[in-house]
């Protein structure tokens, strides 16, 4: 099994910056495809980010690209969401997701293992 707990939420401003982590425990999981996804009140859950283990394979929604960036630590077990020039509707829980295999990657069925979220607010 895999367990992973988010991290970093919190109320910011529009334009501010957060980082989001999500830790990983249960398996190694440096060869896990690991996504952050959202979900607002009212709203489906929807893609954020996505990262593969196999070099450069990283995807962003259209809506954060340019904004956020995905990435792995060191040790492969955390992965990090850098939230910058937050907007209004960037409000949201955010949830860290991973799965061994991924077919499609903005698919939130694709991935096996979620965390419990951390809130996200943005005010303007």
């Known amino acids: 099994q895999v367990q992973l707990v988010e991290s970093g939420g919190g109320l910011v401003q529009a334009g501010a910056s957060l980082r989001l982590s999500c830790a990983v425990s249960?398996?190694?999981?440096?060869?896990?495809?690991m996504g952050w996804f959202r979900q607002a009140p009212g709203k489906e859950r929807e893609f954020v980010a996505a990262?593969?283990?196999?070099?450069?394979?990283?995807y962003y929604a259209d809506s954060v690209k340019g904004r956020f960036t995905i990435s792995r630590g060191n040790a492969k077990n955390t992965v990090y969401l850098q939230m910058n020039s937050l907007k209004p509707e960037d409000t949201a829980v955010y949830f860290c997701a991973a799965d061994s295999w991924v077919g499609v990657y903005i698919t939130p069925n694709e991935y096996d293992y979620w965390g419990q979220g951390t809130q996200v607010t943005v005010s303007s």
């Open positions: 990262i593969n283990w196999r070099p450069g394979r990283i």
């Open positions: 249960g398996r190694t999981v440096s060869r896990y495809v």
